[in-house]
């Protein structure tokens, strides 16, 4: 798996270029649990190059979901595939974590979090994701 790292306003956006695999759903935790540790509290997983998401990334998420509210921040996914945007969905993850159509619509005040009106419903988000 690789992660390219680099930041959008107020976000740490992490973008996975590989399939994830169960070895290194650890490695996802402990590179945001690192972020965390430092002071970040807005985190964006990007999934674009990926294909798939196992369930083990999806508990992986949902852990790192847990321990940035618990900091008061954010965890959000960035410009999913169509596909897997569906099983996010159909799993109802969508419900707990943000997900947003592409880093554009990223709030760039933490104030604008609760009221960010570019966030994307699933249904929404389907449509302005390209194949």
Do not use: W
Request: glycine share 6%; charged share 20%; net charge negative.
């Amino acid at each position: 798996m690789r992660i390219e790292v680099y930041t959008h306003g107020i976000y740490r956006i992490l973008k996975i270029s590989d399939k994830l695999v169960i070895s290194q759903l650890e490695e996802l935790r402990i590179l945001i649990s690192g972020y965390v540790a430092q002071g970040e509290t807005h985190i964006a997983v990007n999934f674009t190059d990926a294909s798939y998401l196992y369930s083990g990334a999806i508990a992986a998420l949902v852990s790192c979901y847990k321990l940035l509210s618990d900091k008061n921040g954010e965890l959000c996914i960035l410009e999913p595939k169509p596909e897997m945007l569906e099983l996010l969905n159909q799993i109802g993850i969508d419900s707990l974590i943000k997900i947003y159509a592409s880093e554009n619509n990223l709030p760039f005040d933490p104030r604008q979090i609760e009221d960010q009106i570019s966030y994307v419903g699933s249904k929404a988000l389907a449509d302005q994701v390209p194949s």
